[in-house]
């Protein structure tokens, strides 16, 4: 039997799907989606690595979101020290340099090379950088890292411990319940090669909330390229060219009419396909 890790039951727990040959399992009482112990070490066999180069030819479509989300924080905590954890190659964070806030980014893994002078770099793991950090932080980002991480729950307790009182987290996490993962073939954020956890905008909620963290925001959203993309995929059984073409045209024109003037509505209902969340510390 498998063990939701927030509420603990069993009974709950049944088998989502199984994508390369690795067992998901999801909690039907707190939404939670996650790899059990044999698909942990099943995934350490199909590792892949993040290149600069797929990053830097999305770079004007990632720049334009992250202005976007950076406003939204700025709603919330104006200045400050910004902690982000697992930056990556540093995009988010060089905007959030740019509005004026002070940069700590923590990146055991990539060259965070968008960084600009002045920011603290730790080329170091979370668990590592969180023993002898005695510093407290307004801004703590987990951008796209949660659901990469062996206790996600314990790096919440970790990141909340590093606030400041008034302090935010920023959390952003793929939706699994959303449209895109129900209509898509290969979703790309089943990505078993990396992603240990799955959430919902309530497994999020509950897991921030195990964490004594009190959401302040919360919304979902995708890019319409990344959903077009996603959605390619569920034509790859068509082998005949000109059918192909033919009934992909179709299938766009009526489903992305239908999409465009709903999205909103629909991102509202939490059906989008990431999701960004702000949390402070529950008083
Ligand atoms: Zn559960």
Partial sequence: ???CILCSKEEDVSLLKKVKGIEIYACSNCQLGFLDEKGLKKQRSLKISY???????????????????????RLYKKSGRVLDLGAGFGL??????????????????????????GAKIYKKTFENFFKTNRQKFDVIIMMDIIEHLINPLQALLQAKSSLSEGGIIVIQTPNFQSLMAKMCKDWSWWMVEDHKFFFTPQ?????????GLR????????DFPDFKKNLDGNFSGIRNKFFKKAYKGIYFILFFSFYLAFRKFLWKNNFGGLIFSIYKKNV
């Fill in 1 to 3: 039997m498998k063990k």
């Fill in 51 to 73: 290149t600069p180069d797929e990053y830097e030819k999305q770079e004007c479509k990632l720049r334009r979101r992250f202005l976007e989300l950076s406003e939204v924080i």
């Fill in 92 to 117: 988010f964070a060089s905007i959030l340099q740019e509005k004026g806030y002070d940069l700590t980014v923590v990146e055991p893994a990539n060259d965070p090379f968008y960084v600009k002078k």
């Fill in 203 to 211: 497994s999020l909620s509950a897991m921030a909330g195990g964490a």
């Fill in 215 to 222: 959401e302040v925001f919360s919304k979902t959203y995708e």
